[in-house]
């Protein structure tokens, strides 16, 4: 059984462009979430897509969007890239809230 | 105050050692998960508890709902165990919230 895939894993943009990334699922799960991991802060809830919905977001400002496909595959994208977005984005798939949670390798964001 | 407090922040033992790692939280949950993470990045779910106790291999976890807090043991560590050792509750509706996570050394 595949796993979670995130790409891409590294990526190096430039302060004011956009990015987006990308989360394919493991099939026949219907939760896709994000989350930010830096240094400082450790890892933090971005939102939760649930059958093309977001169910809920975080603690993040308007320039952090998602959204799900039919396929259950998941995008985010960050716009106007701050240096502070540098950061490890991980996203997580399970069948749905509250059940186990599988995490993908993640994708490590420089901002220069 | 952190809604997820993990203790130790680092660890260091020696082979074989009986390995404690501790989480307290501070509000209502549906379920606790233990995570691992090795340099690189990857995250691995080892455990998700609502209530009791589960063991795989050589990882115990327990939880205690009253008193909000949960343990993860590893017996007879080994080198391999070496990684960051993350405590996530869920809370229903909110998306996981993490602890800061216990960094562990295993020495040979």
């Known amino acids: 059984k595949a796993g979670v895939t995130q790409t891409p894993r590294y990526l190096i943009k430039t302060r004011g462009q956009q990015v987006t990334l990308s989360c394919s699922p493991i099939?026949?799960?219907?939760?896709v979430s994000w989350y930010q991991q830096t240094p400082g802060q450790g890892l933090q809830f971005l939102f939760e897509?649930?059958?093309?919905?977001?169910?809920n977001k975080g603690n993040f400002p308007g320039r952090f969007s998602g959204r799900q496909f039919s396929n259950s595959r998941s995008e985010m994208n960050v716009s106007t890239l701050e240096l502070g977005d540098s950061a490890l984005y991980l996203c997580?798939?399970?069948?749905?809230?509250?059940?186990?949670?599988?995490f993908g390798q993640g994708t490590r964001l420089t901002v220069v | 105050k952190n809604e997820v407090e993990q203790s130790p922040q680092n660890l260091t033992a020696q082979e074989g050692e009986f390995i404690t790692i501790n989480c307290s939280y501070s509000?209502?949950?549906?379920?606790l998960h233990w995570l691992q993470q090795h340099p690189g990045g990857g995250i691995v779910s080892l455990f998700m508890?609502?209530?009791g106790k589960k063991k795989h291999g050589r990882l115990i976890a327990t939880i205690n709902i009253q008193e909000k807090h949960s343990s993860l043991h590893i017996t007879a560590s080994h080198p391999r165990d070496s990684a960051v050792y993350i405590c996530?509750?869920?809370?229903?509706?909110?998306?996981?919230?993490f602890g800061k996570g216990t960094h562990l050394i295993i020495q040979p």
């Open positions: 997580a798939s399970s069948k749905d809230r509250n059940t186990e949670a599988f």
């Open positions: 099939s026949g799960h219907r939760s």
């Open positions: 897509y649930f059958s093309e919905t977001q169910r």
């Open positions: 509000v209502g949950i549906s379920a």
């Open positions: 508890l609502s209530s």
């Open positions: 996530a509750v869920g809370r229903g509706a909110d998306g996981l919230t």
